[in-house]
């Protein structure tokens, strides 16, 4: 069984940062893509910022020169930076990954981690 787990969510003032980590877990063949999605409330999920295996990244236009996705592929974790946060980043931030299992090639979800910016 799969698992991506994220952690690092919090209350930051304005101008403030964070580290989100999401490490995956189970009984993985290979990861590909992985990314960072966030929802707040009343709007649709969207995409913040995704990366490749191979070290390809896209990001959303509202948080390009603030935020940072990476990952280190030994430990099957991907992270997100977030510089200069700003009230209009509060959501909740999921991880995704797709990724080869026994059961196939699927897209896999965390749990979700709450981002509060207020001051």
């Known amino acids: 069984q799969v698992q991506l787990v994220e952690s690092g969510g919090g209350l930051v003032q304005p101008g403030g940062s964070l580290r989100l980590s999401c490490a995956a877990s189970g009984s993985i063949f290979s990861i590909y893509a992985m990314g960072w999605y966030r929802q707040a409330p009343g709007k649709q999920r969207e995409l913040v910022a995704g990366?490749?295996?191979?070290?390809?990244?896209n990001y959303a236009d509202s948080v390009k020169g603030r935020f940072t996705i990476s990952r280190d592929n030994a430990k099957n974790t991907v992270y997100l930076q977030m510089n200069s946060l700003k009230p209009e980043d509060t959501a909740v931030y999921y991880c995704?990954?797709?990724?080869?299992?026994?059961?196939?090639?699927?897209?896999?979800w965390g749990q979700g981690t709450q981002v509060t910016v207020s001051s």
């Open positions: 990366i490749t295996s191979g070290g390809s990244t």
């Open positions: 995704s990954a797709l990724l080869k299992s026994p059961s196939g090639l699927n897209d896999y």
